[in-house]
């Protein structure tokens, strides 16, 4: 079962990226270049992280883990999804989705911006 610190480690080794805690000394965030694109935060008894989603996988994705893919809590519901981290979502799967958030996340930032970032 994947957790925070797997998280942020496989988020911190992708380009641009850098941890910060925005919001909260308890609530680390990664982001590329200026932009976030993983919260990592708790969910009832479980840590769980929000990710940017394609709206039209979201609803499917929630459909699949109904109990762990929730809409993004305090996010764009269309656009971000909270997964609990409880080992119903596989890590791979989890995986998947930290890497589609960075790419959907990386794509919005300005030319320049993802090109300081190479």
């Known amino acids: 079962m994947i957790n925070h610190e797997q998280l942020i480690a496989i988020g911190l080794g992708k ?4 941890l910060q805690y925005p919001f909260d000394p308890n609530l ?8 976030m694109f993983a919260l990592l935060g708790r969910t009832g008894t479980h840590e769980s ?3 940017k989603v394609v709206p ?14 929730l809409p ?6 269309k656009h971000w999804n909270t997964v609990v981290l409880n080992g119903t979502v596989p890590s791979d799967e ?14 919005k930032l300005t ?3 993802r090109d300081s970032l190479e």
Do not use: C
Not at 56 to 69: G, N
């Open 15 to 18: 380009a641009g990226a850098s």
């Open 28 to 35: 680390p965030v990664l982001f590329v270049g200026s932009k």
């Open 49 to 51: 992280v929000n990710l």
């Open 56 to 69: 039209e996988e979201a609803w499917l994705t929630r459909q699949q883990y109904p109990d762990a893919v």
């Open 72 to 77: 993004g809590y305090h996010m764009n519901k």
């Open 94 to 107: 989890v995986l998947d989705m930290l890497e589609q958030s960075y790419r959907l996340v990386r794509n």
């Open 111 to 113: 030319r320049s911006e």
